[in-house]
């Protein structure tokens, strides 16, 4: 599994294009910092891509709570969480 650490809100269109085609099945999204605001703001297109590709999709707690966000999709995880599912991946991918 690999997990894709998602840290903006919008990227220009190629990358954000080039991520989203980089997606595997069964891989993990985690979104961080202004990345946080994708689970309003593009609740639809997230929610496709874990149907399409069978994602995991995980939020850190502390940004939600920074950006008074309450997601409806994905699991929150704690800093400590964040470090495990981190550790435990096959790769990580910053975008």
């Known amino acids: 599994m690999q997990l894709h650490q998602i840290n903006q809100l919008a990227y220009p269109s190629d990358i954000e294009q080039t991520w989203r085609s980089a997606l595997q099945l069964g ?3 985690l979104l ?3 990345a946080m ?10 929610e496709a891509l874990i149907e399409a ?3 995991s999709l995980f939020y850190l707690q502390s940004d939600a709570l920074a950006y008074g ?4 999709l994905g699991t929150a995880l704690s800093d400590e969480e964040w470090v495990t599912i981190t550790l435990s991946a096959d790769a990580n991918i910053s975008w």
């Not at 605001?37 to 997230?46: G, N, V």
């Not at 966000?69 to 409806?72: F, L, N």
Request: hydrophobic share 35%; glycine share 0%; net charge negative.
């Open 53 to 55: 590709k069978q994602l």
């Open 32 to 34: 961080l910092e202004e």
């Open 37 to 46: 605001l994708r689970s309003t703001a593009q609740h639809d297109i997230l």
């Open 69 to 72: 966000v309450t997601p409806t």
């Open 27 to 29: 891989d993990s999204v």
